[in-house]
């Protein structure tokens, strides 16, 4: 069974620093396309960052560009999401995401991914 179970979440101030981790298993081979998104309460949720794992090609939120790094490492089937510098606002449930069987691009719409982890929430304090 494919799973991806996200951990690394946690409780910070302004400016500090948290690295995500998401562990993907049940895949013989990693999916072409994964992402970050998360979700806030009483929003929608939002693309944070996608990676093509193929090329390790990458693309970011507007609002998260230049202080969060998604990467991989395939020996480990596992995706990780850096983020730098946060703010309260970049408070929320983060989620991992991958499109299964699916090609849509590094994409930040949720419709285009199809599996999904539990999510690990991310507090940001000012």
């Known amino acids: 069974q494919v799973q991806l179970v996200e951990s690394g979440g946690g409780s910070v101030q302004a400016g500090g620093s948290l690295r995500l981790s998401c562990a993907v298993s049940g895949y013989t081979y990693s999916p072409n396309y994964m992402g970050w998104f998360r979700q806030a309460p009483g929003k929608e949720r939002e693309g944070v960052a996608a990676i093509y794992t193929a090329a390790e090609s990458t693309n970011y939120a507007d609002s998260v560009k230049g202080r969060f790094t998604i990467s991989q490492d395939n020996a480990k089937n596992a995706l990780y999401l850096q983020m730098n510098s946060l703010k309260p606002e970049d408070s929320g449930m983060y989620y991992c995401?991958?499109?299964?069987?699916?090609?849509?691009?590094?994409?930040?719409?949720?419709?285009?991914?199809?599996?999904w982890g539990q999510g690990t929430q991310v507090t940001v304090s000012s």
């Open positions: 995401a991958a499109q299964r069987w699916r090609f849509r691009g590094l994409s930040l719409r949720a419709d285009d991914y199809n599996l």
